[in-house]
């Protein structure tokens, strides 16, 4: 695993120094070797944590868990990941609003998909009292 964290990181920073180097020439290259870097390394990503995630997703459905909730906290994981480097992205491209603008869309994302839980809690709590 140290190893390949490893190989992300020179990957990472070959694509950087690339990204510079070419931003002085062709601004929309760059932008395209960056996002290229990015989404190459989050579906490395995917690939790795496939086998993780189904080991925790049968922990806790042995733990009672529903598996909708599980559907919601790795989706939860997925907008967080997809909306901060679609964020760098767009930040590094110079476009400060509209990094902003895909925080924002990321954190309504974000509360739509858990108003289930919240709901399941709200009546857990009535249940108590």
Request: glycine fraction near 8%.
């Amino acid at each position: 695993m140290v190893d390949s964290c490893f190989s992300v990181g020179i990957f990472c920073v070959c694509g950087a120094l690339i990204s510079v180097i070419l931003r002085q020439y062709c601004a929309e290259h760059s932008l395209v070797v960056s996002v290229a870097v990015s989404v190459s390394v989050m579906a490395g990503a995917v690939v790795v944590l496939a086998e993780p995630f189904a080991q925790l997703r049968t922990m806790m459905i042995s733990g009672g868990v529903p598996e909708s909730y599980l559907n919601i906290v790795f989706k939860a994981m997925a907008i967080c990941c997809i909306t901060h480097i679609s964020a760098q992205l767009c930040r590094d491209s110079g476009e400060g609003a509209m990094g902003a603008a895909a925080e924002l869309w990321g954190r309504a994302s974000l509360a739509a998909i858990s108003l289930p839980v919240l709901g399941e809690f709200v009546s857990l709590m009535d249940r108590l009292m």
